[in-house]
């Protein structure tokens, strides 16, 4: 079953279909909110918030919604209410090593990785996260962001590049 047929039940009364898309999603998405170095608790709460904003909001999802760029909206969302709120909550990268262990990267230099992307505009960030961590199509990208395509392209070439400076003055 597809997402969005799972998620075309889920609008249409059959809340068990839910449970379907929360398999598929919890580990991503609790992954995505550890990457903007939310803590794990608060990750844990985020990724549960998004699936109780699934079923609140779930008349709002149409035919024709690609169901994964509808779920990241709403992450993305509920990750920036969480900022205005709870900005002291960020722990240091280290203790959000398990997304480098379930990704099978290097421990030092996912650490490294990660404490360069830190030092990026929030904008490079968000769309350096979502290409190359969440898999995520630059359409589906700027779907998510609300901006174009290419403004996405911009973003991930000149994030790249940010990123390669801050990672060299790490070693």
């Known amino acids: 079953m597809t997402d969005e047929a799972a998620m075309q039940l889920v609008a249409s009364g059959d809340l068990d279909k839910a449970a379907i898309l929360y398999e598929r999603y919890k580990r991503p998405l609790y992954n995505f909110y550890l990457r903007f170095g939310v803590e794990r608790d608060s990750s844990q709460d985020l990724t549960q918030q998004v699936f109780y904003r699934i079923i609140h909001y779930r008349n709002s999802f149409r035919d024709g919604y690609e169901f994964r760029t509808w779920i990241y909206r709403i992450a993305r969302n509920i990750y920036h209410d969480f900022l205005k709120e709870h900005s002291h ?15 099978n990267y290097d421990d030092e230099q996912y650490l490294l990785i990660q404490k360069a992307l830190k030092k990026l505009p929030q904008e490079y ?34 994030g790249l590049k940010q990123l390669k400076e801050e990672y060299l003055k790490l070693n």
């Open 89 to 103: 909550n960020h722990k240091d990268l280290h203790e959000n090593i398990e997304v480098a262990e379930e990704e």
């Open 125 to 158: 960030q968000e769309v350096l996260t979502m290409s190359r961590y969440d898999e995520l199509k630059y359409e589906e990208i700027a779907d998510i962001l609300n901006i174009s395509v290419s403004l996405v392209k911009v973003r991930v070439h000149r």
